[in-house]
């Protein structure tokens, strides 16, 4: 797995650039651009995401106890734990679909004591659900659309008339839907009903709808839950080939450890709501605590029980 | 008019806009032609009044998610400030008065769609309620808004609009024609747009769509405001064109409940749903009191004919829940195709 995408952290201007997005740069060019200016700022890139001594209960369950994390720009960085470990409480925390009890999540140098969902996305942050949360009555465009609509200026009574500025948000909107759609190749379900397609295209829409605002960070939780092996390697691919074209980092949860050491650049390990181990796959995987904690039961565990 | 249209439907290659235009021509020059009194008075003007209601709902709870049971509250406001506006702001235009009534409802909407912010479901149907007592309260409590009449009943004004008079039932049939055409474009243009996908993002996922930044609170108001914007106007017709009096009692719960069964039975997130339940609503005591006055004679009487309308209503919308929960749009659909289907075959 190269590693030459946490240079991005250092372009990010030109990288998030629309007009880049628009021509759909691709993706070898992106590498290029990469591989030339890795070398200075690989490791010491200002970490995109950082929690600090993130603690959270619900009532007397303590869900997390002073985690720490830290994101590189430009790594997939992974977090695994067992059932319950508080994993997406994490990713709620992120979000600010809960808000820490203490600690603070520091966004591109800006902390929060809860970060404000309502501006998520216009932080330049996007998320996929465990459970699917597609808009069933919407068709698969729209739905990928509705990731841009946030950037909506003109008001329902311009968008009755059809005047202003409507025609070219649509337009904006709807070309960009497309190139998404394209990228993941969903252009062949592209006017069905969300709510009608198999789940694993409906994860699959999930992350276009996530993709098209061009998030900075985009936080996956579970992305291949409930997936057959063949569509998790998939999967796997198209959140590669995501942060290579989009120069997105990535924050993902799951279950399945095979899927996430080949896939990420970095994984911390939850249990109990802390965090035991923190590295890379390599480091990971050789962990005394991780084994015993998570991989060392994974026998028992191989009729899915928990999972 | 359903024949109308089920003769049009093996063109399906024809473009969309062709059977609404259609429709309206004809609504515009034939039914006037061939129509007596007694189709404008009991069938039409209520049919079109109810449509609109529907048109109104339907984009609160239909597309927007957040079930009411105060429409008949919003249809008062209306119906009451144009009336008010009438009378008290001298030659203020028709065309006027409805658009600020209509306002007027709006801003009645957005109060009472605060709860919405906080309630979901069940629990915002239940303090929608409180629209629907208190506007009918205060429009009984308070005699300005009648203007001191004694019954609280009010004759409507005259119906104009740029000096010409719509008289007699052709002629307020075609005054509520084409408001409710006028409302329903606009509807149907507002439910494609991006607000209207805003509206079915927070229907269908709402923690999602704040989280890819869809403004949810403002969203759910404005569904509030636009649709008892409609349903207000849709008050004004009921009273000014249909019943040609304005009173509160008109405009109880069981209204509110018969716009609800119209969105219901016609079909959800569906403008043709709207007016699909609203012929069937109207339409269907006529008929069940023609049929029973036919089979059973005096026993048929009125008592008889208002019990066995809610029987059969009640049977048909929990029949309508089980099997075609889309409502009659469903159902038109799967008729439509399987008519094109054999049309080609053929």
Same mark, same amino acid.
Request: aromatic share 8%.
């Given at each position: 797995?190269?590693?030459?995408?946490?240079?991005?952290?250092?372009?990010?201007?030109?990288?998030?650039?629309?007009?880049?997005?628009?021509?759909?740069?691709?993706?070898?060019?992106?590498?290029?651009?990469?591989?030339?200016?890795?070398?200075?700022?690989?490791?010491?890139?200002?970490?995109?995401?950082?929690?600090?001594?993130?603690?959270?209960?619900?009532?007397?369950?303590?869900?997390?106890?002073? @985690?720490?994390?830290?994101?590189?720009?430009?790594?997939?960085?992974?977090?695994?734990?067992?059932?319950?470990?508080?994993?997406?409480? %994490?990713?709620?925390?992120?979000?600010? @679909?809960?808000?820490?009890?203490?600690?603070?999540?520091?966004?591109?140098?800006?902390?929060?004591?809860?970060?404000?969902?309502? /501006?998520?996305?216009?932080?330049?942050?996007?998320?996929?659900?465990?459970?699917?949360?597609?808009?069933?009555? %919407?068709?698969?465009?729209?739905?990928?659309?509705?990731?841009?609509?946030?950037?909506?200026?003109?008001?329902?009574?311009?968008?009755?008339?059809?005047?202003?500025?409507?025609?070219?948000?649509?337009?904006?909107?709807? =070309?960009?839907?497309?190139?998404?759609?394209?990228?993941?190749?969903?252009? *062949?379900?592209? *006017?069905?009903?969300?709510?009608?397609?198999?789940?694993?295209?409906? #994860?699959?829409?999930?992350?276009?709808?996530?993709?098209?605002?061009?998030?900075?960070?985009?936080? %996956?939780?579970?992305?291949? &839950?409930?997936?057959?092996?063949?569509?998790?390697?998939?999967?796997?691919?198209?959140?590669?080939?995501?942060?290579?074209?989009?120069?997105?980092?990535?924050?993902?949860?799951?279950?399945?450890?095979?899927?996430?050491?080949?896939?990420?650049?970095?994984?911390?390990?939850?249990?109990?709501?802390? #965090?035991?181990?923190?590295?890379?796959?390599?480091?990971?995987?050789?962990?005394?605590?991780?084994?015993?904690?998570?991989?060392?039961? $994974?026998?028992?565990?191989?009729?899915?029980?928990?999972? | 008019?359903?024949?109308?249209?089920?003769?049009?439907?093996?063109?399906?290659?024809?473009?969309?806009?062709?059977?609404?235009?259609?429709?309206?021509?004809?609504?515009?020059?034939?039914?006037?032609?061939?129509?007596?009194?007694?189709?404008?008075?009991?069938?039409?003007?209520?049919?079109?009044?109810?449509?609109?209601?529907?048109?109104?709902?339907?984009?609160?709870?239909?597309?927007?998610?957040?079930?009411?049971?105060?429409?008949?509250?919003?249809?008062?406001?209306?119906?009451?400030?144009?009336?008010?506006?009438? +009378?008290?702001?001298? !030659?203020?235009?028709?065309?006027?008065?409805?658009?600020?009534?209509?306002?007027? &409802?709006?801003?009645?909407?957005?109060?009472?769609?605060?709860?919405?912010?906080?309630?979901?479901?069940?629990?915002?149907?239940?303090?929608?309620?409180?629209?629907?007592?208190?506007?009918?309260?205060?429009?009984?409590?308070?005699?300005?808004?009648?203007?001191?009449?004694?019954?609280?009943?009010?004759?409507?004004?005259?119906?104009?609009?740029?000096?010409?008079?719509?008289?007699? $039932?052709?002629?307020?049939?075609?005054?509520?024609?084409?408001? @409710?055409?006028?409302?329903?474009?606009?509807?149907?243009?507002?439910?494609?747009?991006?607000?209207?996908?805003?509206?079915?993002?927070?229907?269908?996922?709402?923690?999602?769509?704040?989280?890819? =930044?869809?403004?949810?609170?403002?969203?759910?108001?404005?569904?509030?405001?636009?649709?008892?914007?409609?349903? !207000?106007?849709?008050?004004?017709?009921?009273?000014?064109?249909?019943?040609?009096?304005?009173?509160?009692?008109?405009?109880?719960?069981?209204?509110?409940?018969?716009?609800?069964?119209?969105?219901?039975?016609?079909?959800?997130?569906?403008?043709?749903?709207?007016?699909?339940?609203?012929?069937?609503?109207?339409?269907?005591?006529?008929?069940?009191? /023609?049929?029973?006055?036919?089979?059973?004679?005096?026993?048929?009487?009125?008592?008889?004919?208002?019990?066995?309308?809610?029987?059969? +209503?009640?049977? %048909?919308?929990?029949?309508?829940?089980? +099997?075609?929960?889309?409502?009659?749009?469903?159902?038109?659909?799967?008729?439509?195709?399987?008519?094109?289907?054999?049309?080609?075959?053929?």
């Amino acid at each position: 797995m190269p590693i030459s995408n946490h240079a991005f952290g250092a372009v990010e201007a030109s990288v998030y650039a629309p007009e880049i997005f628009a021509q759909g740069l691709p993706a070898a060019q992106l590498q290029d651009h990469g591989d030339r200016l890795r070398q200075p700022t690989a490791e010491d890139a200002a970490p995109l995401l950082d929690l600090e001594g993130i603690g959270l209960s619900f009532g007397g369950v303590v869900a997390l106890a002073d @985690v720490d994390l830290s994101v590189r720009p430009g790594e997939i960085r992974a977090i695994i734990g067992p059932n319950g470990a508080g994993k997406s409480s %994490l990713i709620n925390v992120i979000s600010g @679909v809960y808000r820490a009890d203490r600690g603070h999540v520091r966004l591109d140098g800006a902390r929060y004591a809860q970060v404000p969902t309502q /501006r998520l996305a216009r932080l330049g942050v996007a998320r996929t659900f465990q459970n699917l949360a597609l808009f069933k009555g %919407l068709s698969v465009l729209d739905n990928v659309g509705s990731g841009l609509a946030y950037r909506t200026r003109s008001n329902f009574a311009e968008q009755i008339l059809g005047i202003g500025r409507t025609r070219r948000e649509q337009q904006q909107q709807r =070309g960009r839907a497309d190139q998404v759609l394209e990228f993941l190749h969903l252009t *062949d379900v592209r *006017d069905r009903l969300a709510g009608t397609l198999p789940y694993g295209l409906q #994860k699959r829409v999930e992350l276009a709808r996530a993709l098209v605002a061009e998030p900075r960070l985009l936080l %996956l939780d579970e992305p291949m &839950a409930g997936m057959t092996a063949g569509e998790k390697s998939e999967m796997a691919a198209y959140v590669r080939a995501a942060r290579d074209r989009f120069a997105t980092t990535v924050v993902l949860i799951e279950h399945d450890v095979g899927v996430v050491m080949g896939l990420s650049d970095r994984v911390a390990v939850l249990d109990y709501g802390r #965090k035991i181990a923190d590295g890379t796959p390599d480091e990971v995987r050789n962990d005394q605590r991780v084994i015993d904690a998570y991989l060392g039961v $994974a026998s028992d565990n191989e009729d899915g029980a928990g999972i | 008019m359903s024949a109308i249209a089920t003769q049009l439907s093996p063109a399906a290659g024809l473009p969309k806009w062709l059977a609404p235009l259609l429709l309206i021509a004809f609504a515009y020059v034939v039914v006037p032609l061939i129509g007596n009194s007694y189709l404008f008075e009991a069938i039409l003007l209520p049919f079109l009044a109810l449509s609109l209601a529907g048109v109104g709902l339907n984009i609160l709870t239909g597309y927007a998610g957040q079930v009411s049971l105060g429409s008949a509250a919003f249809m008062a406001a209306g119906a009451f400030a144009a009336y008010n506006f009438n +009378l008290r702001v001298e !030659g203020l235009p028709l065309a006027a008065s409805i658009t600020l009534s209509g306002l007027v &409802a709006a801003a009645v909407g957005i109060v009472f769609g605060l709860p919405s912010l906080r309630l979901k479901g069940f629990y915002l149907a239940v303090s929608t309620l409180a629209a629907q007592f208190f506007v009918q309260w205060a429009l009984t409590k308070f005699n300005w808004f009648s203007n001191d009449s004694a019954s609280g009943v009010i004759d409507a004004p005259k119906l104009s609009i740029g000096g010409f008079e719509f008289d007699g $039932a052709v002629g307020r049939y075609l005054f509520a024609l084409t408001v @409710v055409a006028v409302l329903t474009f606009l509807a149907h243009r507002l439910v494609t747009s991006q607000t209207g996908r805003n509206f079915i993002a927070i229907r269908d996922n709402e923690t999602a769509a704040r989280i890819i =930044g869809i403004p949810v609170l403002k969203t759910k108001l404005l569904a509030f405001a636009i649709s008892s914007f409609i349903i !207000g106007v849709a008050g004004v017709i009921w009273a000014f064109a249909y019943l040609r009096t304005v009173e509160p009692a008109g405009f109880d719960l069981d209204r509110s409940f018969q716009i609800l069964f119209i969105i219901i039975i016609g079909g959800l997130a569906s403008i043709r749903g709207a007016f699909l339940g609203a012929a069937l609503i109207v339409v269907f005591p006529l008929v069940l009191s /023609r049929l029973g006055g036919f089979l059973l004679g005096d026993l048929f009487d009125s008592g008889v004919l208002d019990m066995s309308q809610r029987i059969v +209503l009640g049977a %048909l919308i929990i029949l309508f829940l089980i +099997l075609e929960p889309d409502g009659l749009v469903a159902l038109w659909d799967r008729v439509r195709r399987r008519l094109s289907l054999a049309w080609q075959s053929s």
